[in-house]
């Protein structure tokens, strides 16, 4: 990016049921790691602003992220139009431990799509998804021994 250009900003929300871990994902977002503990309802920001870096081809960008947390709010259905305006993305969370989360899906997916135009760039996220697990399943069929994080294709995780 040129001098004195501004970063892309974009507004990602967390949808799921109560429980499921959208706060502790939002914190390891936020923080760069995991918060030990239970997270009560109030005692935490519902919105983190956060610039993180991007690869594109052999150019590093900087890209302005705007993520929200439901903040327990679910429980109550009392999420209001304003959580989801304007929003690039959404993030479906649920939890393996609780397997009725992952049938809620539809029920959160059903919301996004009546408040937000979901939908954009589906094609091109499905397309990278299938690109990195080609690699990745490339890279385990053959001789090289380089980590993938190494090579590029994952960025750090802390898990």
Known sequence: MAAGTRSPRFKMILLGDFGVGKTTLFHRIKLGRF???DHPP????????????L????RNCQVQIS???TAGEERFLSLSRSYYRDADAVLLVYSLQHLLSFDSLLHWLYLA???CADGENVDRSLQEMLERLFLRN???HSSLHLPLQDA??????GC
């Open 42 to 53: 109030g005692q935490h920001s519902y919105t983190c602003e956060k610039t993180l870096p």
């Open 55 to 58: 690869k594109l081809n052999s």
């Open 67 to 69: 993520l929200w947390d």
């Open 138 to 140: 490339e890279f385990q």
């Open 113 to 115: 799509r009546q408040y």
């Open 35 to 37: 918060l030990e503990g």
């Open 152 to 157: 590029g294709y994952y960025g750090r995780c």
